[in-house]
């Protein structure tokens, strides 16, 4: 099956500065999402970015498809970013599956 | 929130007891899907259904199962639990029969003692 790997496990930053999480995956994909799982256990979507660039906010995303990685990454860090971040791609089955996660803490 | 929605957001039960966590997906999504989360085996893929027909499964044991119901919501059975069920689950929403954004819902504790 598909193989997802994240990288850095953990991140601690000061408020303020920028980070890039990287996703690798072992295949081709359909489907990829970037989730962030906040302190109370809920999994907030982020960006469906199966291929491209995307942004939202201090939040952007980007995709290459053919070289099998995505990159997530977060500008002027805040307290609130704090949490987990999963990286989670998906094939012709419809399932996805979920990276390790990139555990990251912002500080005051 | 994604408009997906599980109840109960809480349950504590026993060793051997039977549990049911119950998912409504977002209006006009007839994909749902099952996912566990556990801190030792993190976060797995149970099973899906699309428009009431089980599509996929994954790493679910025997003593689980699932159904999804004409009005599109769904329900995951536990029963015999052991402690190592004790885990977060997750239940997701999309319109597509296979891939597609996946909108996941706040998820059920289950904490057996």
């Known amino acids: 099956g598909i193989q997802v790997e994240q990288s850095p496990p953990d991140l601690i930053l000061q408020e303020g500065a920028n980070s890039t999480l990287r996703c690798n995956f072992s295949d081709s994909v359909n489907n990829l999402q970037w989730f962030h799982q906040n302190p109370w256990g809920q999994l907030i979507n982020l960006f469906y970015i199966p291929s491209g660039t995307k942004q939202n906010g201090r939040l952007s995303a980007t995709t290459v498809a053919t070289e099998r990685y995505s990159l997530l990454y977060i500008s002027s860090s805040q307290t609130t970013d704090s949490g987990v971040y999963f990286c989670?791609?998906?094939?012709?089955?419809?399932?996805?599956?979920f990276g390790q996660g990139t555990t990251l803490q912002v500080k005051p | 929130d994604s408009g997906v929605t599980q109840t109960p957001k809480h349950l504590i039960t026993a060793t051997g007891q039977r549990v049911t966590l119950r998912c409504s997906p977002r209006s006009g999504d007839l994909s749902v899907y099952w996912y566990q989360q556990s801190l030792d085996q993190g976060l797995q893929f149970l099973i899906h259904y699309y428009n009431g027909e089980e599509r996929a499964k994954g790493n679910i044991l025997e003593r689980f199962s699932a159904q999804q119901f004409p009005d599109l919501h769904s329900e995951l059975n536990l029963s015999s639990l052991e402690l190592g069920d004790s885990a977060l689950y997750f239940c997701a929403s999309s319109v597509e029969s296979s891939g597609g954004w996946q909108f996941f819902g706040p998820g059920t504790r289950l904490t057996v003692l």
């Open positions: 989670a791609v998906g094939g012709n089955t419809g399932k996805l599956i």
